[in-house]
């Protein structure tokens, strides 16, 4: 069913986050769980804000069932790229129209992260077996819903937009 399949892979990262667990001074934890693309996920981000509201992700642990897999490697390859393409999304990237045109035409337009401000990611693999989910897609879903309830509990502010460079994140 897919609540237990829900609470399986919150649980498995919750585990493998350490949730609950002591967290250096300024970092905080958010959490997301979704069903998409077949699979489910869960995610944790733990993040920092500085006073001047500069956002640091740290880690992010992804938790995934895609029912069966077949190759391990490849799987955590395709859930992290979507999460470093997701990130720079949430973060960054917006299409703004001008004279009733897209302005932006394609991914050079689009921010992505600089290595320096990737974060760690782990990704935990959860399969139950009986159905074929993917990899790629899930493992973006949770990654702007973790990284704002992050923001959250950094600085009280509810994110209700994207992307974050539009956002005042310095403590309410």
């Not at 069913?1 to 967290?23: H, S």
Request: charged residues 20%.
């Amino acid at each position: 069913k897919p609540g237990d399949k829900n609470r399986l892979v919150l649980e498995a990262v919750a585990k493998a986050a350490n949730w609950g667990g002591a967290l250096p001074a300024g970092v905080h934890r958010g959490l997301a769980v979704s069903d998409g693309f077949g699979s489910y996920t869960a995610m944790v981000a733990e993040v920092s804000v500085t006073a001047a509201g500069e956002l640091k992700a740290h880690r992010l642990v992804l938790a995934i069932d895609s029912g069966y897999v077949v190759n391990p490697d490849t799987c955590r390859a395709q859930a992290e790229g979507n999460i470093a393409f997701m990130l720079g999304a949430t973060m960054y990237q917006e299409n703004r129209v001008k004279d009733g045109r897209v302005v932006e035409s394609n991914f050079h337009d689009f921010r992505l992260l600089d290595i320096s401000q990737m974060p760690k990611v782990e990704t935990v693999l959860v399969p139950t077996g009986g159905f074929w989910g993917g990899h790629g897609e899930p493992g973006a879903l949770c990654v702007a819903p973790a990284l704002c309830n992050a923001i959250f509990a950094a600085t009280g502010k509810r994110i209700r937009s994207l992307p974050l460079k539009h956002h005042d994140l310095r403590k309410a």
